[in-house]
């Protein structure tokens, strides 16, 4: 994907402001390209964790995600492949369909009220808390892998106790096979945001209930590095596959090498 081509422009993202804020799926890379600079990767036979889909904006926006898994797991099926995404798309029954073949999908549900989620997560024009809430929730009936579903945590917006207790109520819905409890681990889009205390991340996993994890770096009391250039990012990684590893190093599989997700968290 086009570096910050999104159907979020979330508060806490990492990678700064989304310049293309769409719903439109379409073959943003050709991915015969895609293929091709995967293959030459994958001949290789390195070592991984995952072959994730990531990277700086919404992976499921590119119209041939599904054939690119596709061809991941008929030519090299000793790898396992992830994908996140921010779960925007899943009501899309195309969406839904391209995913099928994946070992793991990371869907993120940051918010349940429709307030909290457009203060958060800054949707595309349309796209409302509901849709995304059952978007997952059929997603999670249809798919047959493992789903790992993150909950990242703005304090001040998404940790209060009436906002917990409906993403409770929605996570019992979706039954994923986990829940990762994250939050800042370095500078996001807006420089208000700023992590949840340990304490306060331990407590909200344990309202969300038993297979809620807290994860990120920023719990575990490493200092957030500064924001550079009042708000600019670093440029992007190449887009060689090489180079993909690189994108996302220190959130779950945030990289084509699956590094850093609670497989577990870092490697």
């Known amino acids: 994907m086009p570096l910050k081509t999104c159907t979020f422009n ?38 991984l964790d995952y072959v994730t889909f990531a990277g700086s904006g919404e992976p499921t926006l590119h119209s041939g995600i599904g054939e690119i898994i596709s061809f991941i797991k008929d030519r090299y099926p000793r790898y396992r492949v992830a994908v996140l995404t921010n779960s925007a798309l899943l009501t899309d029954p195309d969406v839904r369909a391209a995913l099928m073949q994946a070992d793991l999908v990371v869907p993120s549900l940051d918010a349940v009220s429709e307030e909290v989620f457009q203060e958060i997560n800054r949707p595309c024009p349309g796209l ?18 493992e789903i790992w579903l993150e909950v990242f945590i703005v304090p001040g917006l998404n940790d209060t106790e009436e906002e917990i207790l409906c993403l409770r109520d929605a996570i019992a819905a979706i039954d994923p096979d986990c829940v990762q409890v994250n939050t800042l681990d370095r500078p ?80």
């Open 188 to 267: 996001g889009t807006e420089v208000w945001v700023r992590p949840a205390p340990p304490l306060a991340l331990e407590r909200i996993a344990s309202m969300l209930g038993g297979n809620a994890e807290v994860i990120g770096a920023a719990c575990m009391g490493r200092a957030l590095p500064p924001k550079a250039g009042g708000g600019h990012r670093p440029p992007p990684c190449d887009h060689q596959a090489e180079a993909m590893h690189d994108r996302r190093p220190r959130r779950h599989p945030g990289s084509s090498s699956g590094r850093g997700l609670k497989v577990p968290e870092g490697s």
């Open 10 to 47: 979330c508060v806490y993202c990492e990678c700064g402001q989304t310049t293309s804020l769409t719903r439109e799926r379409r073959e943003y890379v050709p991915t015969d390209r895609v293929i091709a600079e995967v293959d030459e990767y994958l001949a290789k036979a390195p070592d």
């Open 128 to 145: 409302t808390a509901g849709q995304v809430l059952a978007g997952l929730e059929t997603f999670a009936r249809e798919f047959t892998g």
